[in-house]
């Protein structure tokens, strides 16, 4: 029988955050299911190729996190200057759209610009309580043109839930809110430069985005890895782990999927196993390519209208050269579902054809490795459902001295210097409390 002050589940980077800081001032254990530290922060060879689980980027805003992050990089870290775009009617644009409507057709700039501008003119702009729908906030704050050409048909593909029930308590810091000089010098004037919350980022020289979870993890004598938590008592104190047996434990930090979480508790209450099935999220899929006699600097483009299936397309190595053989460009490709499983041969073609009609490739023999990932939590869904259901959960936790953090523990759209921030400071609440 194996016993521990801490039992942290998830070893990605909030739980290895936590264990971090942890290490050497009291007994902990993380138990992290795959045979890899990291979680979705990690990093797959495939013939001579690096593939990152999507665009995992560093954007730092915080002192001690930013401290810790680059401390544990080394010099194995680049800063970049982001080069983000839209695709839509046959032209790139800079991100974000409403900001930057210059590569715009005419028409569509001109709707665009008078749709924001009748918005803001009538008085009634402003952010909100979060509780409104995305549908008739976007309206609201940018008007018909730029909602109907950009934020309505791309929020659809990557949410894959009704915008008249998605709500908006995430939309800040995420969606930028330009000042109506913005969008007209946008139009017709210069880019729009230092609008949104990732305007510079942070990523490894090599390795990948693997390289910040296997720096994180060296040296934690209590990472277990391959240690699945099938089911676990709060008021006992007690996880039992698949072929492992029972871990005792004294207090519990938890990192995975909240609803998968309360699902394994068996001491939840009903109401709170009732509150944890509202609980929705999305599924998405990631079609990494290996592609040869690429030209483009741009690091990210998004895609919202519905000739093309992903929402998002990116080139990881105008992050990393490091992450291609010499000569070869790595794609990252995001197509999002409502949890229902594509047909990803289908999906392959669509994707390359749609890489080739906004002109990021010329052919499909070009591609010479391709890794199809999946992300089956991806974006948790904010809605009347997660607002009711969170306090119900989360006041169960703090009566069992419980913490549930992350992206997918504390089950909102975050960053990952926030998961690791997070991870921090849970750690050091619980020391305070020794």
Known sequence: MLKTDVLIIGGGLAGLAAAKALEGKTDYLVAERENRPGGLSATLKKGGFLFDYSGHLLHLRWPETSKFILGALGSNCVSLKRDARIYAHKSWTPYPFQANLSGMPGRVKAECVSGFLKAYNSGNSGPGDGSESFSRWTRRVFGDGISEHFMLPYNAKLWQYPLERLTTEW????????????????????????????????????????????????????LRLGLEVETL??????????????????RLINTSPLNEFIARAEDAPAAVKRAAARLRHNTVYVLNLGVKGVKSDMHWGYFPEARFPFYRAGLATNFS???????????????????????????ETAVIGGLKACGLIKSAAQVVERLWLKIPCAYVIYDADRTKALPVISGWLKSRKAGSIGRYGAWKYSFMEESVKEGLEAAGALLRRR
């Open 171 to 222: 939309c800040a810091p995420f969606v930028p809110m330009p000042k109506p000089e913005e969008v007209i010098e946008g139009a017709y004037g210069k880019k729009a430069e230092g609008l949104g919350y990732n305007t510079v980022f942070n990523y490894p020289k090599r390795g990948g985005i693997g390289a910040l979870s296997n720096a994180l993890a060296r040296d934690l004598r209590g």
């Open 233 to 250: 008592n709060l008021k006992k104190g007690v996880a039992n782990v698949r072929h492992f047996g029972p871990v005792h434990f004294k």
């Open 321 to 347: 050269k490091e992450l291609a053989p010499r000569g070869c460009a790595s794609f990252y490709i995001e197509i999002a579902t409502d949890g229902r499983v594509p047909d990803l041969a289908s999906a």
